[in-house]
């Protein structure tokens, strides 16, 4: 098994170093070039998917036994604010459904007015409609509190009471406050919903008081029943009343692959020119490069293994340029539960998880052959490259890449490293609480199969604490079964089965970047059960203080105590055809995998 295991690494590190290379990343644009050209009426736009993320789910907040993703869900409905892809906002304020909310000088009373948008059938996008779609969230939560990635018991949407004092005008009353920044970056999650269609319990059934929570706890239980026959998503008529730009026209269930045709009565910014868009489901980031070659795809991203086709793919009429994503880390997430060979006692102890993060090379891994193939940011924190809440340290990490820093904080905790062997612990006194004489430092990580970065990092960490005797046993897994399976949050049975997971990026709320539900004792998404009640109080503050320089502290503070293990930020590449053409924002938005179709045209 182990010279399988091996021979398999080796493999890869082969067939990476054979893609990559080639096109040097500083001749990739860092911005996208200018709108130009006289748009055309018409055309159908083909946007690749992220590689191994298949929708199959179509209402808007999925229940977590639905374990995948959701189709189309910003150009099917809006959230009442629209997610911002650029560094410095919260949120688009053009592409929001409402004008930028007012607050009491207690901040506990926010009232919120509705920009003139309309549903597909007509009428227009009201306070109502908000006031349904948190009720809908509440009672998906009440239902489980997994139902919803973003939820910390006790905060939003607890404590909240939205209520519509006029057609136009919402009001939310909140029992605690919150920073404006990240009860904003809430309000980018709050997807709207039609409250006059939707207001249902069964086919036919009559029109219920959503404000009641059984009733609320019915319509979900019927809306989400519908959303999972993915065979009727394009012709249920529930999944036709829509206040984003399109409708869904076709989905094919076998590869996830879907086709938007506009909504004409959509009343936000973007002339709608393109008569149709079809997203495209893949496998495999080469099959997307092949499609490319091919000229089948206007718009998608381009692993950085293949930053050697670049050139090739501008000779063929595509535009290419790529950076960093606002707000993405990516990580090594640890599994602080995961108990075989003792690595919960292990990983516990702070000086571990230095040592292991001085293991990972990120000047190297970035310039590497075969890994980032020079298309990547070093990044130690979890506010990502340029953030306006940057860590403390600034340019200094903490733990920059030095493994014989790594050695020595082992040694002087009472480990005997043997280099390419076994490294145990002699002296249980100096290795930390529960650890035993003779303890192994061994665990498993659970690599994703896509991107192929990815597994190319894994490799290059596991190689570098072999170096140190520590033993790392890489597992490949599918995206889609990582998500379903890989946190305890919502998978505490699987606990065991990871100690740690690298499944690439990490999205936080790219104008406020808090850790809110990702690194909070109680956090909905803290996968791997990371606990700090120093942490806790840092987030507290970030996310109920009115002092926005406490995210800064925040992001120091979870950089210093390795929550997770950072490795470099891959810049992500997006390309699309020169003939394609719209604002810059658009196309910059593509970094954080945000679409705007409406927004684009052909051109001559």
Request: aromatic share 12%; glycine share 8%; net charge neutral.
């Amino acid at each position: 098994m182990r010279g399988r295991l091996s021979l398999a690494l080796v493999a890869l590190l082969a067939a990476s170093a054979c893609a990559g290379g080639g096109a040097p990343a500083k001749d990739i644009a860092k911005e996208p070039p200018k709108q130009t050209g006289t748009p055309k009426d018409g055309g159908t736009a083909v946007v690749a998917l992220t590689p191994g993320l298949s929708p199959n789910y179509i209402y808007p907040y999925p229940p977590a036994a639905a374990n995948g993703t959701v189709i189309a869900r910003g150009q099917l409905w809006r959230s009442l604010y629209r997610p911002s892809g650029e560094g410095d906002q919260v949120a688009d304020a053009a592409l929001s459904l409402a004008e930028p909310p007012t607050y009491s000088a207690d901040r506990k009373t926010v009232t919120i007015k509705m920009k003139d948008y309309q549903w597909s059938t007509g009428k227009p996008v009201t306070a109502d409609d908000v006031v349904f779609s948190v009720a809908l969230l509440k009672a998906a939560l009440a239902k489980s509190p997994a139902n919803w990635s973003f939820y910390t018991p006790g905060q939003f949407p607890d404590g909240l009471t939205a209520t519509a004092s006029a057609p136009d005008t919402l009001t939310l009353r909140l029992e605690t406050a919150y920073n404006p920044s990240y009860l904003m970056s809430m309000l980018t999650l709050l997807y709207v919903m039609p409250s006059a269609e939707w207001n249902i319990a069964r086919d036919g059934g009559p029109h219920l008081d959503f404000t009641q929570p059984k009733n609320a706890g019915a319509i979900y239980d019927y809306l989400t029943g519908e959303s999972s026959d993915q065979s009727t998503f394009a012709t249920n008529p529930l999944w036709q009343v829509v206040n984003g730009p399109y409708k869904l026209k076709s989905f094919d269930p076998t590869t996830g692959s879907f086709s938007l045709v506009p909504n004409t009565s959509y009343s936000g910014p973007g002339e709608k020119r393109l008569d149709q868009v079809d997203f495209k489901a893949f496998t495999s980031a080469s099959a997307v490069l092949n499609q490319f070659k091919a000229g089948n795809l206007t718009v998608g991203t381009l692993d950085s293994s293949f930053i050697s086709q670049i050139e090739a793919l501008k000779a063929k009429g595509y535009n290419v340029y790529g950076g960093p994503a606002p707000a993405r880390f990516d990580s090594l997430t640890i599994n602080f539960k995961h108990t075989v060979d003792g690595f919960d006692k292990v990983i516990a102890q702070p000086y571990i998880r230095q040592a292991l993060q001085r293991l990972i090379d990120q000047k190297g891994y970035v310039a590497g052959r075969g890994i980032y193939n020079g298309a990547g940011s070093v990044n130690y924190s979890t506010a990502g490259s340029g953030s306006p809440y940057p860590p403390a340290f600034g340019d200094n990490p903490p733990y920059p890449y030095d493994p014989a820093a790594a050695q020595k904080l082992l040694t002087d905790h009472g480990w005997k490293v043997v280099p390419d062997g076994a490294t145990t612990c002699e002296q249980p006194s100096l290795c930390g609480v529960g650890i035993e004489q003779g303890q192994k430092i061994s665990f498993t990580i659970a690599s994703a199969n896509t991107p192929e970065y990815v597994g190319a990092r894994d490799v290059a960490f596991v190689s570098a604490a072999k170096k140190l005797g520590i033993e790392v046993k890489l597992v490949t897994k599918s995206l889609n079964y990582m998500y379903a399976n890989y946190g305890n949050s919502f998978a505490p049975a699987k606990a065991n089965e990871w100690a740690m997971q690298d499944y690439g990026p990490l999205y936080l709320a790219a104008g406020y970047p808090s850790g809110n539900t990702v690194f909070n004792t109680e956090g909905s998404f803290n996968l791997g059960s990371y606990a700090s009640a120093d942490a806790d109080k840092l987030i507290e503050a970030s996310t109920f203080g009115a002092d926005e320089k406490a995210l800064s502290a925040e992001v120091t503070a979870l950089a210093t105590d390795l929550p997770v293990l950072f490795f470099p930020t891959p810049h992500t590449l997006v390309v699309w055809k020169n003939t394609l053409s719209g604002p810059d924002a658009s196309f910059r938005a593509l970094l954080s995998f945000l679409y705007s179709p409406e927004q684009w045209y052909f051109h001559s």
